[in-house]
């Protein structure tokens, strides 16, 4: 991978000024290489990541598993496509192994989720079956670790 987008990956606030002196090309160079990675659509976009822990709000994320049928000459294309039209979902996978589509879900509360799964998800002609993981804890996202140090939480005290 291009060491410009390497770096962009890691740290998307980096400056053209910073990446330009990490890389070692001029700044012009860098606006002008992201400039064309997002016309090419190798850049899709720029995010932050967040600790909702920290965040008074309700955020819950669950990973569901599908099984499902592809139809013929569209393969999974078009499940997965109108699966991703729904704006609870924020990453849909094609897999290999015990299930065909990973589709990871935020919703306020668990309860949310479930019915999400079971009036959007579920009912559609391609889906055989679905299994709903909860995250119950975030410890590290896109190489970012999310949890801070640990507490000694032991209540043990020797003086």
């Not at 090309?25 to 909702?52: C, F, H, M, N, P």
């Amino acid at each position: 991978m291009d060491k410009l987008l390497k770096l962009l990956e890691q740290n998307a606030r980096f400056t053209n000024e910073q990446l330009a002196a990490m890389t070692g090309i001029s700044e012009a160079e860098v606006a002008a290489r992201l400039e064309e990675y997002e016309k090419q659509g190798i850049i899709k976009g720029y995010s932050a990541i967040l600790d909702y822990e920290k965040i008074d709000t309700n955020h819950v994320v669950a990973l569901i598993e599908l099984k499902v049928t592809p139809k013929r000459d569209l393969g999974f294309e078009e499940i997965a496509q109108t699966i991703t039209t729904y704006d609870e979902v924020e990453s849909v996978y094609l897999m290999s192994g015990g299930y065909d589509l990973a589709v990871t879900v935020i919703g306020s509360t668990f309860k949310d989720i479930a019915l999400f799964v079971s009036h959007r998800l579920a009912p559609l002609d391609s889906v055989v079956s679905t299994a709903t993981h909860f995250v119950l804890s975030r410890y590290k996202e896109k190489g970012v670790i999310m949890c801070d140090e640990p507490k000694d939480e032991r209540g043990v005290s020797f003086l």
